[in-house]
């Protein structure tokens, strides 16, 4: 119990408007752009890409789950909240 309430209020600290703007409010990351880009392009292949010499199968199935299953315009929510959610587990 204290061990999902310590997950639940560092994914809350975590999700908190920064100094730079609002967490959710963009695209997951530098590389974000990149997985969205790719999964549109090639599809469900895309998780077995590299890029910059490294597979990133977490933030491209993110990506494609994102890209599948939400609308457009929430996109940017979803990717960050699966972020969010998947540091919560680790």
Request: hydrophobic fraction near 50%; charged fraction near 10%; proline fraction near 4%.
């Amino acid at each position: 119990m204290l061990a999902a309430a310590v997950v639940l209020v560092g994914m809350a600290l975590l999700a908190m408007p920064h100094l730079h703007g609002q967490v959710l409010d963009h695209v997951h990351k530098e590389d974000g752009t990149v997985f969205l880009t790719d999964f549109l392009r090639t599809g469900w292949s895309s998780v077995w890409q590299s890029y910059s010499g490294y597979l990133h199968v977490p933030a491209r199935l993110i990506a494609g789950g994102c890209a599948t299953w939400a609308p457009p315009e929430t996109y940017d929510v979803c990717a960050g909240a699966s972020s969010l959610g998947l540091r919560g587990v680790f």
